[in-house]
């Protein structure tokens, strides 16, 4: 009577299993009955002790044709406890003979989705989250989990489909807002992504730079499509917006930001603009110290070049090239942004085979990783 909401189902299948072993049939079956009747959503069993009582409570002939319905549920409870301990296959056959009742509980399809993008399985990911969708429109997580499996499969025009389609108020969500900034710039339209941007205030959170990178992407994008054009003016104007920190994007501006590669690109910029000074500042302010294992220290060195300054350039990388490789052992939330300055560095040594190897490692731990994807498709088109 005293537990919550959340753990009320968990007493009360724990309740019946023990009623049922001390031999009351008639109490286990009415408690099993108000187990049927408790909400699922939100509860995620963790302990020994319960995976226990479920398996005892899923044998034959203990659940009556009164609730029938609750088998299903010890099944998903059963899976999700099994995926909190690791044990992925059991996980999986067990939320696959809870997903053969076919209720229209989402987050049983959610939680199978989540185990298929963590093997890669994008397809199937899509498949089961298009089916938690159906079962719940509004839970915002769904459409921005789906719109990720659709991004790693390539599939841009149903994620446009998808997030055009999304109820308003699941659109409004800064997380889907976000993708929809993701996806514009993508897809060539750099303005509307950066009024998606600019339109919202994204809440800080320490280290998020979400939306920052998303803010980057449209701006480099932009700055490309226009320099393609010959408009270097403006390709001028919106890369030195790089260099400004919106405080609607959730980011602040650190003491030292590491932007070696906007002031490389200005500078490549100005040079095009034929003023020299300028365009030899901005690679001065690149070639600005920074550690070896930045992302960005391969653009150090291109600036060094630059400015003439080839053998130290020469000997950068190598540093750098050593740094790196004695770091890429390491697996964390940061292993793909070091596979994506490795593969920089090996495509400043000219080595574009390795480079396009390190890409391929960085997009194995991160598949939406935006920046190893922009750099794989220029590294394609140069082999053709």
Known sequence: RRATPRSR????????DIARRLGRRGSARRLL??????????????????????????????IDAASRGLRWKLDYLLGVLHAWRGRID???????????ARPRFATLYAVQAKIARRQKDHARAAALLRRAIAGDSADFRLYV????????????????VLLARAPRAVRANPSVRLRRALLATQRGRHDEALAILGAHSFPPWEGWTGARDVYLLALFGKAEALAASKRYDAALAAMKKAL??????????????DEANVHFAIGELERALGRRDAA????????????????HVAFRAAALRR?????????????ARAALAAQLWRVDPWTHERYYGYALVLRELRDNAGARAALAKALARRPDYAWARRLQARLSQSRK
Do not use: C, Y
Request: net charge positive.
């Open 280 to 295: 030899r500042a901005s690679w001065r302010r690149a070639a600005q110290a920074h550690e070896l294992t930045s992302p």
């Open 145 to 160: 989990a789906l719109d990720h499996s659709l991004d790693v499969l390539g599939r841009h025009g149903a994620r446009e």
């Open 90 to 100: 059991a996980a999986r056959a067990a939320l696959a003979r809870a997903a053969s």
């Open 307 to 319: 400015l003439g300054r080839a053998a130290e350039a020469k000997t950068l990388l190598g540093k």
């Open 244 to 257: 400004l920190w919106p405080e609607n994007l959730g980011t602040g501006r650190p003491q030292q930001p």
């Open 33 to 62: 009955a108000s187990a049927l009747r408790a909400p699922l959503r939100f509860v995620f069993p963790s302990r020994h002790e319960t995976r226990a009582a479920i398996e005892r409570l899923l044998r034959p002939g203990v």
């Open 9 to 16: 189902l968990i007493v009360l299948l724990h309740a019946a």
